[in-house]
């Protein structure tokens, strides 16, 4: 009989782990805000990942708890940085950390975030450190140069679908892919094995985030905990918008970038006239396919991980969990 | 015959591994800073100290020189941010980051060097490298909080000489205190010396740290590359001020606060002014006395390693450099 963690079992050891963690410093006016973000919840996809991604291959999940937490400090920590960045007043439906405390107040518990993702990985088995260590750091620098892109989006005119899935594939796919390779080296998995899973997580992750900027528009709000439109309201050139631009003719692409660019719209009928573009290009359809075929990428390179299936069958909830939000 | 670096190779040798750097991404936008401020030159003081350190116990170096060469990229990570912190326009004569580029550059620049430093480290032996990042990544901590320190301390009417050492320990003195100790233990130290060589970079970063606020106020501007009293002009609090807060009467305590705080006067007005009280109190003497208690120190933490004298004699040279700079 194998022993499977479910989603709801590990988002709960996860957390566990995240309010015990130790600090390596008395400085509470450095930590608050660490604790702060780290309380305002989500669904520790990354850490819960590479713990199912562990129960793979082994039973035992304990060694790796503390360490893959730090993969959710890391995403926190890029998430109060890109929040002074964006210059965004809530995450969550909470103040952000600048927006309560203040810029440098975020810039430097977002600093120690860094190296508190570290601490966590320096309690690794000390045989997987320098392995693990590698993969996460790899992702880690790739997500910054995703967050350079982003920013560099916001200035450019023109982004092509290509440019929007390397931007995203750096800033969003390749940290889900290092926590699901590192869950696995954690697990006891040969290389070939954490390399396949690499490629599920970065489909997974390319899925993820092309279905969050669908949920954007088209989602049920209420489950969803957003404003509709939020993404269109900022101006946040998104799948939809590039691939809209894309798809569009070019009197159709030059009232999309107008639309996105003025401001003499009110909010819900900026969102109202932008949807009309995306209806007209059955936008919602044609990313709703891209989103089913990177999902099958994944499941494809998740099928062949050498493991019994019945070990699988989390995971594979998770997936669809995570990429359809099951809906 | 002992094959030992003297400072003017070893910063040589450093300079070049940081030249020669790789950086895991083709994103030049985000790394032509990194590139930018690593280039802007310094005394590449905690990975020289790092390499002498290792020198100390082993004529070969050359295992050490990469990871030495992050404990620089995270210095100037911290400079980087801080800069932000500070409002700083200038650094060593250069524009810094955020001002030559932009504050959210600035931010995630930065942020990809304390990703970079751990690239380096990642390059160690791997038997060491469980030990040398767990030294590291508690200093890292340790400076992020010392910032904060230092953050607070703008805002406090009243800081004490204590709490000023407290302050510069965690900022200043416990990465060079790490960096020793980090370069012994590449050398092949023993936990005994490497502990001593970790007290005696404790102990010169201390004496470093009070001598650059001296010679901020005392020092031969032409040696020293800056404006006499800039720490005056900006008000900060160094040891001068909070030695001379506590020496002082109570009535000379409020005429120096009163001048910090001003904006009423001309910058050399201030300054002529600060140092006055400055000297009528012997502040000059008083705080030299406190870098050559801590010095003395330093030397004879040196003098506890195990190791034959004429191998120390390098580190003795730039021991006194650096705290007395050859002043």
Redesign the interface.
Known sequence: MYNMYNQSDLKKIVNSALVNLT?????D??IDPVKYVLSMGGKRMRPVLALMACNLFSDKIDDAVIPVAGLEVFHNFTLV?DD??DNAPVRRGFPTVHAKWNV??A??S???M???T??CF?QSP?HL??KV??VF??A???V??G???D??FEKATIVTQDEYIQMIELKTAVLIAASVKIGAIYGGADDRDAEMLYEYGKNLGLAFQIQDDILDVFGDMKLFGKTAGGDIIEGKKTFLYVRASEAGSLDQRKKLQDLYLSDSFEPAEKVKMVTEIYDLLNIKFLSEKVVADYLKNALGFLEKVNIAQERKEVLIRMTFSLAGRDH
Not at 23 to 27: E, G, R
């Open positions: 600090y390596n410093t008395k400085s006016r450095l940085h002074i960045m440098n107040q810039i430097l977002g600093d120690v860094a190296f508190i570290n601490e320096l000390s450190l320098a260590l590698r750091n790899k880690a620098i790739e910054c140069a967050q350079q892109l920013m560099d």
